[in-house]
């Protein structure tokens, strides 16, 4: 690159280029889940039976409940975007606190969800489907805790009045981020809830 | 900075109802035997709310083809390793 010095500090430049590696990682990210949603087809078509017996066992009302929390997530850090592109930074942490109690509240869930299998005698080495089950929720549970730890950071960088309408950067990115993890979601809960 | 997407807060209060409302149809849907049926509809019903959160919450909407090769080069490659790996397993 033979970019002079003012170009690596044009803010539109830094933000694109944000974008790009951001979308990047989430590309890596698609593959990461991509290969155990191959698993999860190749197997199926294996053992329908299987599949369709096991997935019952799963509680399909406690799955809606925390889709529906996940996409309401995504909608309070989609409001907190809007908010900061207009400065308004009291709004912004308000909407990224919400979202991060969101993610909080997906979590408890899955730890009832959890517990209750357990209790049934129903572990990861039980039969595919389970091993199916908890690699791919424990898989994106790990992701809803990294969410939260960027959205505290955000959260913060704000707080230290680092965030305005004129640099919004860590937002939009942990934004992009967040709406992933809603999107494996929207995915995973049909394929393990509704039709396993 | 310049680049608002002129994405209103109107807008995503419509899509995050659709996304509402697609999700109580999903599971609905669910409780009716349609045999093969149901993962077509599931996968169809998930598709289009996965399709709402990348362009409007994502804001795909309003990028350029750039992003738009950078979102879709990895679910070709999905897709790709999914057939793939279909063939080699279920024609051995």
Sequence with gaps: MTGTSSEHHDPAVAFESAKLGVWTFLATEVLLFGALFTAYTIFRMKYPELFRVEH?????????????????????????VDAIRRGKTRLLEAYFGATILLAAVFLCVKYVEYAAKFHHGLYPGTNLFFSLYFMMTGLHGAHVLLGMAVLTYVLVLSRRGRLSENYYTPVEMSGLYWHFVDLVWIYLFPLLYLVG | MAHGTGTSRRTYIAVFAALLLLTVITVLVSYVDLGLGNVAVAMLIASVKASLVALFFMHLKSEDRLVWGFALVPIAFLALIIFGTLVDTMLR
Excluded at chain 1, 66 to 71: A, D, E, K
């Design chain 1, 56 to 80: 019952a066992k799963l509680d399909r009302v406690l799955g809606a409940v925390n889709t529906v929390v996940l996409i309401t997530s995504s909608f309070t850090v989609v409001l907190g």
